[in-house]
């Protein structure tokens, strides 16, 4: 039970739990060279990447998701976290969404506009 409160007040946790769940309905691509390419083609809806990535990894796919008019949103965790949140051993700098719904629950909870 305290867990499920804490889970409602801290939003970074519940973005997370709504990212697993995108991964486990299929709706979700994870690591920068294939959120990059999925942006290209244009099948990404929002890119949620992890605050503690690599400079480079977050220059990368934050400039793609703006060269084509795609939100990019930071949550406060690791790589690592990130990518245990969709059940990946290893860390994971950003995951692409690519259902409408699930990038527009992920956007308000995060607060992004």
């Known amino acids: 039970m305290q867990n499920e409160q804490n889970m409602q007040r801290d939003p970074r946790a519940r973005a997370l739990s709504m990212i697993g769940l995108c991964k486990k309905a299929g709706r979700l691509i994870a690591g920068v060279p294939l959120v990059c390419d999925a942006l290209r083609e244009g099948r990404v809806a929002l890119v949620v990447y992890a605050a503690g990535a690599a400079e480079n990894s ?20 690791t790589p690592e976290v990130l990518g245990k949140s969709i059940g990946k051993y290893g860390a994971v700098a950003a995951v692409g969404i690519t259902d409408r719904g699930f990038a527009d629950a992920i956007t308000k909870i995060l607060g992004g506009n």
Not at 58 to 77: G, H
């Open 58 to 77: 977050v220059k990368r796919v934050c400039d793609k998701a703006k060269s084509v008019d795609t939100a990019a949103l930071a949550v406060n965790v």
